[in-house]
């Protein structure tokens, strides 16, 4: 599929998102609902994350990063995550929907992954701003964002030096990937994305790069990831959940293959069952004590 075609089909299922919320009285313009609120992490345009927060009258229940996909181009924005941040944030969850560098405009190696890293850390910010006290901090992405997320939760196991590198001010707790790009190596093997994977990192010569970026290297986490992949996905292969559960599972993680109904766009499809079934995986997600705590 072409760019252009592309951006009509994942705002066409942006424009479906808001719709089934509206059907089911989940509207972004609800008088109750605060209006989301803009903090930037850096000088770029694309650095920012916007804050939701459930109605005043709402317990925060805790907190859902939420990174957008696209193969990591410029072509598509964190308004690919509007939809789940307005249907979370009415169950309760302060949801910080991220933007970041993308190949194409500033990012890539190693803007985007820097972004990632301080996008996520801003969080404490608005966390100290509105007396958030987060029990546990889900990271929910979807195919370039499934990735990015679960590479965030290995942070602290990267290299001096290295982007991402070092404690994180915001630990997460748990990782759902939506049809994510788990495995980079059989991702530029298999071409995927008109070479997405070259196109973020560069020529496959510089091995250390692939490897750090590689969340199957980073494995085993000591937070729990669900990879959730739609049957019918002939976008991003079930193969890159199903291989990266399997390798971390045998190395002793607590990690879970999510098989769902529907395509590559159902499950960041709010009303679709594959969405239900991520929902209830934050739920549980939700459950994991965050030892950091903001």
Same mark, same amino acid.
Request: proline residues 8%; glycine residues 12%.
């Given at each position: 599929?072409?760019?252009?075609?592309?951006?009509?089909?994942?705002?066409?299922?942006?424009?479906?998102?808001?719709?089934?919320?509206?059907?089911?009285?989940?509207?972004?313009?609800?008088?109750?609902?605060?209006?989301?609120?803009?903090?930037?992490?850096?000088?770029?345009?694309?650095?920012?994350?916007?804050?939701?927060?459930?109605?005043?009258?709402?317990?925060?229940?805790?907190?859902?990063?939420?990174?957008?996909?696209?193969?990591?181009?410029?072509?598509?924005?964190?308004?690919?995550?509007?939809?789940?941040?307005?249907?979370?944030?009415?169950?309760?969850?302060?949801?910080?929907?991220?933007?970041?560098?993308?190949?194409?405009?500033?990012?890539?190696?190693?803007?985007?992954?820097?972004?990632?890293?301080?996008?996520?850390?801003?969080?404490?910010?608005?966390?100290?701003?509105?007396?958030?006290?987060?029990?546990?901090?889900?990271?929910?992405?979807?195919?370039?964002?499934?990735?990015?997320?679960?590479?965030?939760?290995?942070?602290?196991?990267?290299?001096?030096?290295?982007?991402?590198?070092?404690?994180?001010?915001?630990?997460?707790?748990?990782?759902?990937?939506?049809?994510?790009?788990?495995?980079?190596?059989?991702?530029?093997?298999?071409?995927?994305?008109?070479?997405?994977?070259?196109?973020?990192?560069?020529?496959?010569?510089?091995?250390?790069?692939?490897?750090?970026?590689?969340?199957?290297?980073?494995?085993?986490?000591?937070?729990?990831?669900?990879?959730?992949?739609?049957?019918?996905?002939?976008?991003?292969?079930?193969?890159?959940?199903?291989?990266?559960?399997?390798?971390?599972?045998?190395?002793?993680?607590?990690?879970?293959?999510?098989?769902?109904?529907?395509?590559?766009?159902?499950?960041?499809?709010?009303?679709?069952?594959?969405?239900?079934?991520?929902?209830?995986?934050?739920?549980?997600?939700? +459950?994991?004590?965050?030892?950091?705590? +903001?």
């Amino acid at each position: 599929m072409n760019p252009v075609g592309r951006r009509f089909v994942l705002a066409l299922v942006a424009a479906v998102g808001a719709a089934l919320l509206a059907a089911c009285g989940v509207k972004a313009s609800t008088r109750s609902l605060p209006a989301p609120q803009r903090y930037r992490y850096g000088d770029d345009p694309s650095q920012f994350a916007d804050l939701y927060l459930p109605p005043e009258d709402r317990r925060v229940r805790d907190a859902v990063v939420i990174i957008h996909g696209g193969y990591w181009r410029s072509t598509y924005g964190a308004e690919l995550g509007e939809p789940l941040a307005l249907d979370l944030v009415h169950r309760g969850y302060a949801c910080w929907n991220l933007e970041y560098r993308r190949a194409g405009d500033g990012g890539g190696w190693p803007a985007t992954f820097d972004d990632i890293s301080a996008g996520i850390d801003h969080l404490a910010v608005a966390a100290r701003e509105h007396g958030l006290d987060f029990t546990s901090i889900t990271a929910l992405g979807h195919s370039a964002g499934g990735h990015l997320a679960v590479w965030a939760a290995g942070r602290s196991g990267l290299p001096a030096g290295t982007p991402g590198s070092g404690p994180p001010t915001v630990p997460l707790t748990a990782v759902i990937s939506q049809a994510g790009v788990l495995n980079l190596r059989e991702a530029r093997e298999l071409g995927l994305g008109d070479q997405a994977v070259e196109n973020l990192l560069g020529t496959p010569g510089d091995t250390d790069r692939y490897a750090l970026a590689d969340p199957m290297t980073a494995i085993p986490l000591d937070v729990p990831v669900y990879a959730v992949h739609g049957e019918e996905d002939a976008t991003v292969p079930p193969s890159q959940s199903e291989s990266y559960v399997e390798a971390a599972t045998a190395a002793g993680a607590t990690a879970q293959f999510v098989r769902v109904p529907g395509d590559h766009f159902d499950v960041i499809t709010p009303g679709s069952s594959a969405w239900e079934r991520i929902v209830e995986l934050i739920d549980r997600a939700a +459950l994991a004590p965050n030892p950091g705590r +903001l």
